[in-house]
């Protein structure tokens, strides 16, 4: 004969306190931690949950790090202080006398300025002879600029006597023409009169001016230059300074001599 008394009930499911007396199942949840929130719900849940995040974690696709600069800033970034100013180089004492160089100022150049690029040898080479206002838009292009090329006025015992461009070479068209390496100086020279030419004079003062630029640029490793092939004197003028022939390009209206000062032989020749 079948027992009368029912059967307990089978555990059924995950509750710990399935198949338990109601009395019993019920002391076991009031025993039981409460469970823990998969998704945060108070601000300061929300707070300790991210500052638990490691702190050398990078940027995610959802939420990438904010960039700190600009992308189109970061080449001027890399280029910061393209030129230091040479007025602050000093002043040389070589065999000519003692010889400076001063940024060009429009107000006190200009006149001198003009009368130098319509002497007939040098416009030749230059192509700015006219009135002033043709060398003062030659002028104000670099004084304007983004501080790439510097005009300035050589002094040769306080006399003015010459007219300078001391530039990034890399940063320039030229640098399109030949393998130019980071912070290369480019120098342009202009005896301002005849009566200073043709007893090298230029090889000195080229020499002193090569010389400040690896002095005072330490990430420049070389000087450069690029006078017309046809100008015998110029291309004498730097091979005797120092400078190397590295090769003949072609650049807009002439053909050139491309001259290197290495700093590397700076004391071998």
Request: proline letters at 11%.
């Amino acid at each position: 004969m079948p027992d009368p008394t029912p059967a307990p009930p089978e555990p059924t499911g995950s509750d710990p306190a399935a198949g338990q007396p109601p009395t019993t199942r019920q002391a076991a949840r009031d025993a039981a931690p409460p469970p823990t929130p998969i998704h945060p719900t108070s601000t300061e849940t929300r707070v300790e949950a991210r500052t638990e995040t490691p702190v050398l974690s990078g940027p995610t696709t959802a939420h990438p790090a904010a960039p700190r600069f600009a992308a189109r800033r970061l080449p001027l970034l890399a280029e910061a202080e393209l030129l230091d100013s040479p007025n602050g180089w000093g002043s040389v004492t070589t065999a000519a006398g003692a010889f400076r160089l001063e940024s060009v100022r429009l107000g006190r150049d200009l006149e001198l300025l003009t009368r130098w690029m319509n002497d007939p040898e040098a416009a030749a080479h230059w192509e700015l002879a006219g009135p002033t206002s043709v060398t003062a838009t030659h002028l104000r292009a670099q004084l304007d600029g983004d501080g790439s090329s510097t005009p300035c006025i050589g002094y040769l015992d306080d006399v003015p006597m010459s007219y300078w461009e001391v530039y990034r070479a890399d940063l320039a068209p030229l640098a399109r023409h030949y393998r130019a390496r980071s912070h290369d100086t480019g120098i342009h020279l202009l005896i301002g009169d005849g009566t200073n030419r043709g007893r090298g004079l230029g090889a000195t003062l080229l020499r002193a001016v090569a010389n400040w630029v690896l002095d005072n640029r330490p990430r420049c490793t070389r000087v450069i230059a690029e006078p017309d092939v046809r100008s015998i004197p110029s291309v004498s003028a730097f091979l005797a300074s120092g400078f190397r022939c590295s090769t003949e390009i072609d650049l807009p209206g002439k053909r050139a001599a491309l001259m290197i000062r290495e700093r590397a032989l700076r004391n071998l020749i």
